[in-house]
């Protein structure tokens, strides 16, 4: 699928090849999942950690599902409200998973599930510290991203809008500032996609990345969904990298004028 | 003793380390983490931490997530 022409994108310490993060949560089965990661090229999956039943042992089963589609995992700190819930959910997954990479979350409100900027900072300091590959859910507020960097992410993952609410990019003036600002932070939409347009328009304008997890897990036909949005993400990056055509006021003909039939000099 | 399992609390006979308790309540062979009273505890540190009266445990695994 992927574009031979698209050079691999360096992120966390790794190159890959497709721009989409998938997210594994909501979807019909697990085997509905795998064949979702499967056709939408991402490389990256979100995973979460819950507590176990000795008995049922659903984590593990859910762990094997993920292992044998050989994808990067970015666990999450999903629920966290505090630093100290977010650093202790960041150490046991980085444990089971075997990986630095942590999508940070320190949710601030119930309803928006906003961020909460001053823990997230507070938290992201001290994750920096303790040697993890912090990806922070934020919002597109430009001094929470300016603390991020200053605690030492250099990769930033602002909302496009609640997550699950599959509104697309809510704030695309202060989305194109945060991209303008930071030539050289990772930018990744987290949050809020719901159709593949929105994702092209998030790569149209220079992010380095898309996740998505409901607009495909609750789509009619996840698997479809997934191929489109793996298309959708390539797209807007090709289309990023081509650079788009400045907007006239007026129409320009685009068929060429000269030796128009039955042209008169009027 | 009493201890906290994931919220619900458990009667236990005596003291014992948490690899003790951790292959007593069945969890051997089962990819997971622990916290002890809200702290990360390494799976190097399971057989000397050991589990005292009042102690929460957080035993958790990977699920699916966004």
């Given at each position: 699928m992927t574009?031979?022409?698209l050079?691999?994108w360096?992120?966390?310490g790794r190159?890959?090849?497709s ?10 089965s ?9 056709a939408?090229?991402a490389?990256?999956?979100t995973?979460s950690?819950?507590r176990?039943?000795?008995t049922?042992r ?12 050989g994808?990067q995992v ?5 629920g966290c409200?505090t ?6 959910t960041?150490e046991m997954?980085?444990?089971i998973?075997?990986t ?9 409100d119930?309803y928006?599930l906003?961020p909460h ?8 300091e001290?994750l920096?510290r303790?040697g ?5 859910y934020?919002t597109?507020?430009m001094?929470?991203?300016e603390?991020?960097?200053q605690?030492g ?5 602002p909302w496009?809008?609640p997550i699950g ?5 809510n ?11 930071y ?5 990744i939409?987290?949050a809020?996609?719901?159709k593949?347009?929105h994702?092209?328009a998030a790569?149209?304008m220079?992010?380095?990345?898309v996740l998505?997890n409901t607009a495909?897990a609750?789509a009619a036909?996840?698997?479809r969904?997934a191929r489109?949005f ?5 797209s807007g990056?090709l289309?990023?990298?081509a650079?788009a055509?400045?907007v006239q ?5 685009s ?6 039939p039955?042209?008169h000099?009027s | 003793?009493i201890?906290?399992?994931n919220?619900?609390k ?5 003291t014992r ?7 007593d309540?069945?969890y051997e062979?089962?990819r997971i983490?622990v916290?002890r009273?809200d702290e990360f ?6 057989a ?10 957080e035993?958790?695994s990977p699920?699916?997530?966004?």
């Amino acid at each position: 699928m992927t574009d031979p022409t698209l050079p691999m994108w360096p992120i966390g310490g790794r190159q890959l090849r497709s721009r989409l993060l998938l997210g594994t949560a909501r979807y019909p089965s697990l085997a509905v999942l795998q064949q979702a990661i499967a056709a939408s090229g991402a490389e990256v999956v979100t995973v979460s950690l819950r507590r176990e039943s000795a008995t049922e042992r659903a984590g593990t089963h859910f762990w094997s599902a993920i292992k044998e589609m050989g994808v990067q995992v970015l666990p999450n700190t999903a629920g966290c409200k505090t630093v100290k819930e977010a650093v202790t959910t960041a150490e046991m997954g980085r444990e089971i998973f075997e990986t630095p990479w942590l999508k940070l979350e320190v949710i601030g409100d119930d309803y928006t599930l906003q961020p909460h900027p001053f823990l997230l900072v507070e938290a992201a300091e001290e994750l920096c510290r303790r040697g993890f590959q912090v990806f922070p859910y934020t919002t597109e507020d430009m001094v929470v991203a300016e603390r991020l960097v200053q605690a030492g992410c250099s990769i930033l993952m602002p909302w496009g809008a609640p997550i699950g609410s599959g509104q697309g990019l809510n704030n695309p003036y202060a989305l194109r500032t945060l991209r303008a600002r930071y030539p050289d932070v990772s930018l990744i939409v987290d949050a809020g996609i719901g159709k593949p347009s929105h994702a092209i328009a998030a790569m149209e304008m220079g992010y380095d990345g898309v996740l998505v997890n409901t607009a495909v897990a609750r789509a009619a036909d996840p698997v479809r969904m997934a191929r489109a949005f793996g298309l959708a993400v390539e797209s807007g990056r090709l289309a990023y990298l081509a650079g788009a055509m400045p907007v006239q006021e007026m129409a320009e003909p685009s068929t060429p004028v000269t030796g128009t039939p039955f042209w008169h000099q009027s | 003793m009493i201890i906290e399992i994931n919220g619900e609390k458990k009667e236990w006979e005596k003291t014992r380390s948490l690899a003790e308790m951790i292959h007593d309540l069945g969890y051997e062979g089962a990819r997971i983490a622990v916290a002890r009273n809200d702290e990360f505890v390494p799976r190097s540190d399971y057989a000397t931490v050991q589990i005292r009266d009042g102690d929460r445990l957080e035993i958790v695994s990977p699920m699916q997530g966004g």
